[in-house]
């Protein structure tokens, strides 16, 4: 089972030498201690995290990049939270701890 949580963001073609969205996916998919994944894993909860913006068309155009979340959910994470929002909480605990 996997869990996508999508951001529309602004092009961000101007930005290349940079890499914003590079640097936000490298921190969302750390896998050292601390991480998102690891706090979700040592719950049990999922198996996996990957997160950035694909290389293709649709998701880098001059009308915005498209930033993916998935997350390999095992059968607790499946069922975790309130509505199955529970992993949505902890992405947004974390990404408002690395802002």
Do not use: W
């Amino acid at each position: 089972h996997e869990l996508h949580v999508l951001f529309q963001l602004p092009c961000l073609h101007k930005f290349y030498e940079s890499k914003p969205d590079d640097y936000v996916s490298h921190l969302i998919g750390h896998e050292g201690s601390n991480s998102l994944l690891s706090v979700l894993k040592s719950k049990g909860l999922v198996t996996q995290i990957s997160a950035g913006v694909a290389q293709d068309g649709e998701s880098r155009s001059t009308a915005g990049f498209m930033f993916n979340v998935t997350f390999v959910l095992t059968e607790a994470g499946l069922k975790f939270g309130d509505d199955g929002f529970g992993i949505v909480e902890y992405l947004f605990a974390y990404i408002n701890l690395i802002k």
